[in-house]
Structures are given as C-alpha cells and as structure tokens.
C-alpha cells in the first residue's frame, strides 16, 4: 500500500506540529511493509519545511516526499472552498491519503483524516474568523468524503457525533508526550535564563480558553503566606497589567520548556475545552503534580492521577492547588503510572490498524 500523508503543519511548533511528527517517525519504524509519501505546501517557510521532511525521511528506504509552493490560505481557497485540483495531480497514485488538520483535497483514493478538537466551532468568538470558516469549509468535506476519522479523544468523538458526523467511521487513537524530565542542571540553567528564583507554579497557553484570568485569582489566594511564583507559558496578551508573582516566558523551545516543566511544583491547567491535553501527559513525564479541569478531555487523559477541579470556580482551582502541593509524592507516582498507558508508538500502531481496515 502506498500511503499519502500530509505534513505542512510540522514547520509551526503547534501541538498539531508535535502530532505529525512523532506519528510519522513511529510509523516508519513499525510499518516496513507499505510505502510512505510524505506531501507539504508552503510559500514563505518553504525551506524550513524541506529541512523538517529531509530529516522526517532521511535514511530510510521506505518513503518519499513532495513539496509544493502553495501557501496556506491558497489552499483553503484550492481544496476548502472550491475543492478543485485533486490530491493526485501534486503528488500521483497513492491507495490512502492521510490529510492535515487544515485543508481537505479531494481524491479518488481513501482518505483519512486526524480530527484533533473542535475549538473554532465551539469558541468561534475567541477564534480567528479565518480560521472558524477555514475548520467549517474542511469539516463539510471530511463528513462527505473521509473513510475514516481519527481523533485523540472520546471527548473528541463525542463532539463530532453531536455535530452530525458518523459514529461507526470515527476512531479513537489517543496521542503521548512530547516532553520528559529534564537534569537538576538544566533546570538550574533554565530558571536563570527566565529569572524565575524559588518555587513556582506553572501554566501552559494564554489563549482565552486557557482560562489564565481564573489561573491568577487562584493563584494569588493560594500563594498567601508562600514564597511562589507562577510561571506562565505563552505572551501577556494584556500588556497594560502586571500582576506581582506572575512571569510571562513567551513561547520556549522544547528543551527549555522541559526544564521549565520539571523544577515546576504544580501544573495548573483548568482549560475550558481541550481535545486531548497534551500538557497533562508532558507534566505527568516530568514528574511534577497536575490540576485540571473536570470537563472536555481532561478527565479521560489525566484518569486518577491529577486533581480535577471546576475551570469556572476559582475557589474550586485554588482549593485543587492546595491539594497538590500538600501531597507532590502521592500525585507524582500516580501521574508516572498513568503516562505508561501512552506512547508515540501505541499511536502509530493503531492509525496503521485504521488505514489497513480501509485497505481491506
């Protein structure tokens, strides 16, 4: 069989990014009985996207790659909107076509596609009208024209089943870490670099559905008679507001959020809507307690090891807080079991189990 799989998000850093890669790594590893074709537009990042796949692919007999000058919004337009110039024509004849999070082509081969979450449906308010008509356009496609969808989560797959999608074609194939516990050196090194000194709590994303307004009015009623900081990962979208223990440190690489991760006391994440919760297995990896949210996806991956509170309460939040500080050991040992339920290569085991039932 040869496989299609598109990869033009993996120049972005964006979980999605972290998703394509890992699963194509694990997938060349586990499967040398098909051929892989690895497919990519960009314009302006067309280099990096040539490095990123020459690295996908590199000494490996078993797979090819195709890249193409088409910029992102060009192909919403091509295969969203107009749904002209099928797959086919860029890339030849494949017997599967994997297709990204971004733009549905058309094809008269199968086609697969990895639904991650439903964020511009649900929060199009908070969303980039781009982006909530770009999601809309591709997801009318995938209802009419995917043999099978895959998704990170039972809460995932609910989601689409409220929203009309067909229940017997939607495939639950959870995701895995992309983060491990980082030396006391690096952590070291990585609290200088940011100027974080003593103990802090940490929180990932500053998009609204983040929930960072709640995260720091928890996090002040916890801190009181504490020597804590908390740390947030991502920019200060309010720029004209300082709040006294909280540091902002933008957008790190991986290594050093790692670092960043594994000297934190506490992960607070109470996000009001995730399709997985990849942070909640990446703090779980690191070693470090976790406190989300007992709504979306984050109760099926966290399962017992993290402490569930009401993303809207922020007594509820602070009270989660105080939970996991008072007991890391406990929360650490259940986090450390959890994660072994996860891996890049379960994930890669089981997309392959979808593409052979269409093959079959």
């Given amino acids: 069989m040869r496989i299609a799989i598109d990869v033009s998000q993996i120049v972005y850093g964006t979980g999605v990014s972290h998703y394509r890669v890992n699963l194509v790594n694990n997938l060349l590893k586990v499967d040398k009985n098909n051929e892989y074709l690895l497919y990519a537009g960009a314009f302006h990042r067309l280099q990096d996207l ?17 890249i193409f000058p088409i910029p992102p919004r060009l192909a919403d337009f091509v295969w969203n909107k107009l749904h002209i110039l099928p797959i086919e024509k860029l890339i030849g004849d494949v017997d599967l076509v994997h297709s990204s999070d971004w733009v549905e082509p058309p094809s008269k081969f199968s086609k697969v596609t990895t639904v991650h979450d439903l964020i511009p449906l649900k929060f199009p308010k908070l969303t980039s009208k781009i982006i909530v008509d770009t999601h809309r356009r591709k997801l009318e496609w995938v209802a009419k024209e995917s043999k099978r969808i895959i998704v990170p989560s039972l809460s995932t797959k609910k989601d689409l089943e409220e929203i009309g999608f067909d229940t017997d074609i939607i495939r639950v194939v959870n995701e895995a870490p992309n983060l491990s516990r980082a030396t006391d050196s690096e952590i070291g090194k990585v609290k200088r670099k940011y100027r974080v000194f003593g103990n802090y709590l ?6 609204p559905r983040k929930n960072i307004e709640k995260i720091v009015k928890a996090y002040h009623l916890v801190k009181f ?14 720029q004209n507001s300082f709040e006294r223990g909280v540091i ?24 009001l809507y995730e399709g997985f919760g990849l942070p909640i297995l990446d703090a779980f990896n690191c070693r470090i307690p976790v406190v989300t949210s007992n709504i979306s996806s984050m109760p099926e ?9 009401d993303p809207y309460d922020v007594d509820s939040i602070s ?13 650490i040992t259940k986090g450390l079991k959890r994660v072994k339920s996860f891996s890049w290569q379960k994930t890669a085991e089981e997309t392959l189990k979808v593409y052979n039932e269409i093959a079959t």
């Fill in 248 to 271: 902002f440190v933008g957008n790190p690489d991986d290594k050093n959020l790692s670092a960043l991760l594994s000297g934190a006391s506490a992960l607070v994440f109470p996000s």
């Fill in 50 to 66: 040539r490095f990123k796949i020459y690295e996908l692919s590199k000494d490996i007999g078993n797979v090819s790659f195709k």
């Fill in 225 to 238: 008679g504490k020597d804590l900081k908390l740390v947030i990962v991502g920019e200060n979208t309010n």
């Fill in 301 to 309: 991956v966290a399962g017992e090891a993290a402490i569930l509170v």
């Fill in 319 to 331: 009270t989660g807080i105080d939970k996991a500080l008072s007991s890391p050991k406990s929360l």
């Fill in 202 to 207: 940490i929180a990932i994303g500053t998009a």
